[in-house]
């Protein structure tokens, strides 16, 4: 079965730790993008990444971080200089280019981080 | 930058009964995709329906239909013989060709046995 796998489902953040948010796709998809989403409101846009070994900041990037050193991961840290980092957070992946059906965006479950 | 606006936070509906979720946006290109996303309770995100901005014919997917007024920048979503299920966070997004997303706020959807 193809698709977006996030994982864990759950985390907590300790006061000025480092986390990392997994996110895995097999769907050979070329972009990938990852979202935040805070209670009640909608995605904002944190970084994408259209290309292995290329991404860009999103609306909201301060206090994150990304790689995209294969095609397939696309994990998400989010550092101590986030102050507020509890919120539920989204990874999706399309293929822009190849084909109007291949424009929507597939997402994972989400990762809901907490603040201990 | 683009905008997405969702006018209505809450909507309800009864069962079996027709509704309609506004939406507009804000752009100056001609070539891009609008989308309708349902979030349910379980919070994976659902694509309901697409619109290309260059065809005129309004989509539909069953159930859902949209509404797509490019002059007026105005894509809003019918749901009919709306069911139990359809309850959801609904959100409206603008997407250029090979760009990045925009979502709206949201709007949640009850519906009323």
């Known amino acids: 079965d193809g698709g977006i796998t996030q994982s864990p489902k759950y985390l907590f953040r300790k006061e000025g730790q480092n986390v990392t948010l997994s996110c895995e796709q097999n769907l050979n998809h070329d972009a990938m993008y990852w979202y935040r989403q805070d209670p009640g409101q909608g995605l904002r846009l944190i970084y994408y990444s259209q290309i292995v070994n290329d991404f860009q900041k999103g609306d909201i990037a301060e206090g994150y971080s990304v790689s995209r050193e294969k095609k397939e991961s696309f994990p998400l840290t989010v550092t101590s200089a986030q102050k507020n980092p509890t919120a539920f957070y989204l990874c999706?992946?399309?293929?822009?280019?190849?084909?109007?059906?291949?424009?929507?965006?597939?997402f994972g479950s989400g990762t809901q981080l907490s603040v201990l | 930058a683009q905008t997405v606006t969702q006018s209505q936070p809450e909507m309800s509906v009864q069962e079996a009964e027709t509704v309609t979720l506004s939406c507009t946006y804000d752009t100056s290109e001609s070539d891009y995709y609008l989308f309708w996303y349902k979030q349910p309770p379980s919070r994976q995100m659902i694509l309901v329906i697409r619109?290309?901005?260059?065809?005129?014919q309004n989509a539909t997917e069953n159930r859902f239909s949209v509404n797509f007024q490019k002059a007026a920048k105005s894509f809003s979503l019918k749901i009919s013989d709306s069911q139990l299920g359809d309850a959801a966070m609904y959100f409206c997004?603008?997407?250029?060709?090979?760009?990045?997303?925009?979502f709206g706020d949201g709007t949640t959807l009850t519906v009323k046995p």
């Open positions: 999706a992946s399309s293929s822009p280019g190849q084909g109007a059906k291949n424009e929507k965006l597939f």
């Open positions: 997004a603008y997407r250029l060709r090979a760009g990045k997303s925009t």
């Open positions: 619109q290309e901005a260059y065809k005129q």
